[in-house]
């Protein structure tokens, strides 16, 4: 079978595979839940039993449902965040790039300047600032997020806008949106995809660390970061109960990262050298 | 070539003064109103008024801006909201606790993945490249906390080899330091020896597919002195990048390795700073690190400019 035109080696197919599943538990998993979200059916970090396949969490909830359910509220939140990001990224790369000049200069240099720190950093002042709240969480790291995005789209639709159908486009006198969106992306998906993965790689990572800091998602929703640190002292006695979530987090990164590595293949970018925070 | 230099270290004074502009912004006037975004809807007018004028909140921003800056350059980074205490006094010691530990990590994690990765770009396609080329991409997509509490499981918990919590105190000798922080920095390097390999790798590959590589293969030249004499040299540059760039994620993963090992860092004050809405602590942290940061990235440009073949003549 053929993806893109080419065909996918086996850890392509073993990253699709953990993909898709997750996904199905996110929008399927809590109707075959074993429990409720917030149901107390053990005791504190009760041992692994047939009523509880994983064992119990830190106030005895079963540690199943709860990543069943956080799988949800986890996932749900890096997908908007690297929509929103990818949304205002590519809508300012590619003005700037058709329409060059002032505006292409103050929108580079200020995303010069938030890039030259840590994205984690101004995350933080800007949660410290404001609160963490879901709707801040997702749009300031999409925010933050989508100068990566602007970079690469800015790039893309600089090497596009001097090709011939593109002014040809213009000269027939089409708008600026037309041509953003009529020739410039059709032809810019293929990286840009493969961005994607990256960056919903990123945030994901990123939501789940702040939460694991306690400035991510808020309880009593369940997500994964969040798991890991109300289990963090479980640890000290040699439990398991953090291990689940992070495994989680670790597992669909490694399923995604292994599509993005082939998508990068086939692509003929340099795999690694896009990293960056 | 000290042109160059100059420039460069320029170009890093203007970019830590946008910095100090962007911090600025986001914590005194994005928010509108600092005094009610951090007292919340329910607080009194007389709460505000009284909060505003603590902060200074009544004179213009730009007002403001200056003479924060201008405290900044003296050393005064204000006073904690939540404890009162100086800020600067709590900042500096636990400053040089987070620097020992990403040091340390530094230290281990730059030769190894520098090596490693030249060692998998010289056997490209064989069994050791693509191993590390598996190896690497786990260890990347793990969350940093997930790595050291497997440590802690393994060298604690089951071997009771480390304590698992990383606590310095002050007038720690340098050997119970370094023994203390192994297991942080360890998982430190973790986290960043694997993206380094990584772009180590392409960029000494990158440089091995040049015409003059090949070249020097066509006049006979062996293998090993062709890796040595004429692929490294021009490969530098491209690995020092690798290495500022991996900077961030040390800053980055510092932050979170901290929690886990209750560490007494400055990414501790600056998580602890941020649920207590503290904003002059928050301030002052994120100003430390972006400084940090800068600087570092400023010292890697100039080391690419010193160790650049091409500009060491004189035109």
Redesign the interface.
Known sequence: MRILGHKPTV?AWIGMAIIVVNLAIAIFGPAFAPYSESQTVGATWDEPSMQMLLGADQIGRDMLTRLIYGARMTIGVALATTALSFFIGITLGFTAAVLGGWVDTIISRLVD??L???????A????????SSIPVLIVTIAVLDSTRVFRLSRALGMNLTVLEYVEAARLRGEGTWWIIRREILPNASAPLLSEFGLRF?FNF?FI??LS????GIQPPFADW?GM?REN?AA????M?A??WP??A??IL??G???VV?WLLSVEAR????Q??? | MLKLIVNRLGQGVVTLFAVSVLIFVCTQILPGDVASAVLGQGATPEALAAFRKELGLNSPAYVRYFSWLWGVLQGDLGISMTNQRVIIDELLPRLNNTLFLAGYAALIAIPLSVGLGILAAINEGKLVDRASNILTLITISIPEFFIAYLMIIYFVVDLGWFPSLATVYPGISFSERVYITTLPAVALTMLVAAHMLRMTRSSVLSVMSSPYIEMAFLKGAKRTRVISRHALPNAAAPIITVIALNLAYLVVGVVVLEAVFVYPGIGQLMVDAVSKRDVPVIQACGLVFAMVFVVLNTLADIAIILVNPRLRHKR
């Open positions: 850890t300047v938030i030259s720190i840590p994205l984690l950093i101004l933080l002042i800007i949660l410290g600032v404001f609160g790689c990572l789940a660390a694991f800091l306690g400035l970061g890991v963090s640890i000290n006695f040699g398991l953090p291990i992070a495994l987090i670790t990164t490694v995604v990262n292994m590595d340099p795999s690694g050298a990293a960056e925070m």
